[in-house]
């Protein structure tokens, strides 16, 4: 099992950053790739980024390309989103999650069927 605890949400103005960290505990291996979802009400779940555990290569949402960017930390065990440039439509709540599985192609790892395991997501208000 792995548990995840996502915090560093809040309330930012437009054009303000913020970093959200993501605290991974349990039977977590690097082969394990990670991800950022967010979501707001009455939608599903939306991909913000994914990143191999063992880091590597990172994928990102077009609408975030260039103003977020997913990290770790393998010895914290702990995943990062540092988000620059914020928009009031980047307000959401943000989820971390983790998947066992092994695809060839990182565009798998956006699609939010693809992960096991989810944080309690925590909230990211921009206001404009």
């Known amino acids: 099992q792995v548990q995840l605890v996502e915090s560093g949400g809040g309330l930012v103005q437009a054009g303000g950053s913020l970093r959200l960290s993501c605290a991974a505990s349990?039977?977590?291996?690097?082969?394990?790739?990670m991800g950022w979802f967010r979501q707001t009400p009455g939608k599903e779940r939306d991909f913000v980024g994914a990143?191999?555990?063992?880091?590597?290569?990172?994928y990102y949402a077009d609408s975030v390309k260039g103003r977020f960017t997913i990290s770790r930390d393998s010895a914290k065990n702990t995943l990062y989103l540092q988000m620059n440039s914020l928009k009031p439509e980047d307000t959401a709540v943000y989820s971390c999650?983790?998947?066992?599985?092994?695809?060839?192609?990182?565009?798998?790892?956006?699609?939010?069927?693809?992960?096991?395991?989810w944080g309690q997501g925590t909230q990211v208000t921009v206001s404009s």
């Open positions: 990143i191999p555990w063992s880091g590597g290569n990172t």
């Open positions: 349990g039977r977590i291996f690097s082969t394990y790739y």
């Open positions: 999650a983790a998947t066992s599985r092994r695809y060839s192609s990182i565009s798998w790892y956006a699609n939010r069927l693809t992960y096991d395991y």
